[in-house]
């Protein structure tokens, strides 16, 4: 090619923005159906809100009073987490603990909420908990054991990172979406720049994916579209040692510090609410918020107040709606998939928002059913049953 020859831009099927969990497992499911795909970040895998959450496989338990949508999405990709991608688990288990009169009074109505949603449960007295947990409160009246459990926040992703690349998929790490281009009212291409060297370029593509998190709004903003995301930060407190080998969680409506899931040899503590306008606001840590958390929790494990902190961090849910609830505890954590021909009258685009990472597979799946019929393609989701690869095959050169 001579100098002054223009370069063609590539081409893909299918453009992926975002390198988060959903991102992460919305390649893999292209992959597995046959669809070549390649996949932008900005920053390093897993490097926005999926690295900064505190680790928690949801039983569903914790949304069955309020959001029964949501539990009923985690119970179900709960199961199918075990079978895929059991490295990446702690199959610990959770508590839900009472520690006062109307908390115990509470235990009725969320046991049959849990039990209209699918979500198993066991309801233990007091002394039981203790047995389970004995750093808990000895005030403890009594507790319900759920299919909660841990995740490696980094691990599981990264499976699904693995699983894609080994299987084809193009992952280009510090690629920032710049731009969408369009023709005739459909979303035609993305405009990148590579932040090492500074170069700019544009890769078309029959559909792009919009699983940008709580940027998602902005990126479909770049075509005109909209994703009505409302960002919510929430604070997380590690401190150094394993005060429960359970997640515990406060019986009660979620509030701060109703949390304490361990990881390892840490304990983290989520988490308070509140909301902002752009996910940037949301990297910093309010003054008074960590010494909250440590207050809060330790309602439920006295020794969280003398385990020294190792971490604190600030993580914005990408969360769908308008201001509903004081802090966004109101808002469902559901989530739903954007097909911007029909919302918005531009094609090409489809947008992902919402959900928890215990749902990634089951956002994804629904993502690329969707992407599949605007395709005109006719291939079955295989991820429910495809074991994933160790995380560490994603840096394998073979």
Same mark, same amino acid.
């Given at each position: 090619?001579?100098?002054?020859?223009?370069?063609?831009?590539?081409?893909?099927?299918?453009?992926?923005?975002?390198?988060?969990?959903?991102?992460?497992?919305?390649?893999?499911?292209?992959?597995?159906?046959?669809?070549?795909?390649?996949?932008?970040?900005?920053?390093?895998?897993?490097?926005?809100?999926?690295?900064?959450?505190?680790?928690?496989?949801?039983?569903?338990?914790?949304?069955?009073?309020?959001?029964?949508?949501?539990?009923?999405?985690?119970?179900?990709?709960?199961?199918?987490?075990?079978?895929?991608?059991?490295?990446?688990?702690?199959?610990?288990?959770?508590?839900?603990?009472?520690?006062?009169?109307?908390?115990?009074?509470?235990?009725?109505?969320?046991?049959?909420?849990?039990?209209?949603?699918?979500?198993?449960?066991?309801?233990?007295?007091?002394?039981?908990?203790?047995?389970?947990?004995?750093?808990?409160?000895?005030?403890?009246?009594?507790?319900?054991?759920?299919?909660?459990?841990?995740?490696?926040?980094?691990?599981?992703?990264?499976?699904?990172?693995?699983?894609?690349?080994?299987?084809?998929?193009?992952?280009?790490?510090?690629?920032?979406?710049?731009?969408?281009?369009?023709?005739?009212?459909?979303?035609?291409?993305?405009?990148?720049?590579?932040? %090492?060297?500074? &170069?700019? *370029?544009?890769? /078309?593509?029959?559909?792009? $994916?919009?699983?940008?998190?709580?940027? #998602? @709004?902005?990126?479909?903003?770049?075509?005109?579209?909209?994703?009505?995301?409302?960002?919510?930060?929430?604070?997380?407190?590690?401190?150094?040692?394993?005060?429960?080998?359970?997640?515990?969680?406060?019986?009660?409506?979620?509030?701060?510090?109703?949390?304490?899931?361990?990881?390892?040899?840490?304990?983290?503590?989520?988490?308070?609410?509140?909301?902002?306008?752009?996910?940037?606001?949301?990297?910093?840590?309010?003054?008074?918020?960590?010494?909250?958390?440590?207050?809060?929790?330790?309602?439920?494990?006295?020794?969280?107040?003398?385990?020294?902190?190792?971490?604190?961090?600030?993580?914005?849910?990408?969360?769908?709606?308008?201001?509903?609830?004081?802090?966004?505890?109101?808002?469902? %954590?559901?989530? &739903?998939? *954007?097909?911007? /021909?029909?919302?918005?009258? $531009?094609?090409?685009?489809?947008?992902? #928002? @919402?959900?928890?990472?215990?749902?990634?597979?089951?956002?994804?799946?629904?993502?690329?059913?969707?992407?599949?019929?605007?395709?005109?393609?006719?291939?079955?989701?295989?991820?429910?049953?495809?074991?994933?690869?160790?995380?560490?095959?994603?840096?394998?050169?073979?």
């Amino acid at each position: 090619m001579s100098a002054t020859a223009k370069r063609q831009p590539e081409r893909y099927p299918v453009i992926v923005v975002g390198g988060g969990g959903t991102g992460g497992a919305i390649l893999h499911d292209l992959t597995l159906r046959g669809i070549e795909a390649v996949l932008v970040e900005r920053g390093e895998l897993t490097s926005g809100t999926t690295g900064r959450h505190h680790g928690q496989l949801h039983s569903g338990a914790r949304y069955a009073f309020n959001d029964p949508e949501s539990a009923v999405e985690c119970v179900e990709e709960n199961e199918i987490l075990r079978r895929i991608a059991r490295p990446a688990l702690e199959l610990n288990d959770g508590l839900f603990v009472a520690l006062s009169e109307a908390e115990e009074a509470f235990s009725e109505p969320f046991l049959e909420r849990c039990r209209a949603c699918g979500i198993p449960t066991r309801l233990v007295d007091g002394k039981t908990a203790l047995a389970l947990e004995p750093k808990l409160n000895p005030r403890v009246r009594l507790a319900i054991q759920v299919p909660d459990g841990t995740i490696d926040a980094w691990r599981l992703p990264m499976m699904f990172f693995a699983t894609a690349r080994t299987n084809g998929a193009d992952v280009r790490t510090f690629t920032e979406a710049i731009g969408l281009e369009s023709a005739a009212g459909r979303v035609t291409g993305v405009q990148v720049l590579d932040r %090492r060297t500074d &170069r700019q *370029y544009t890769i /078309q593509g029959d559909l792009v $994916v919009n699983a940008a998190g709580p940027w #998602a @709004g902005q990126v479909a903003g770049m075509a005109g579209a909209t994703v009505p995301i409302q960002p919510t930060p929430g604070v997380m407190v590690a401190v150094r040692g394993r005060l429960a080998n359970m997640v515990i969680n406060r019986l009660s409506p979620p509030g701060d510090a109703d949390i304490i899931v361990p990881q390892r040899n840490l304990s983290v503590v989520g988490t308070t609410s509140w909301f902002v306008d752009t996910p940037e606001e949301a990297l910093v840590c309010p003054e008074g918020h960590i010494e909250r958390m440590i207050e809060k929790g330790s309602e439920m494990i006295p020794a969280l107040t003398a385990a020294p902190v190792r971490a604190a961090w600030v993580a914005a849910r990408p969360l769908i709606g308008g201001k509903n609830g004081e802090g966004g505890r109101a808002m469902s %954590r559901a989530f &739903r998939c *954007y097909d911007h /021909q029909a919302e918005d009258g $531009v094609d090409g685009l489809v947008s992902v #928002a @919402g959900g928890k990472a215990t749902t990634l597979r089951g956002m994804a799946e629904t993502v690329v059913d969707l992407v599949c019929t605007k395709l005109g393609l006719e291939a079955p989701c295989r991820t429910r049953e495809t074991v994933l690869l160790p995380h560490k095959a994603f840096f394998s050169k073979g």
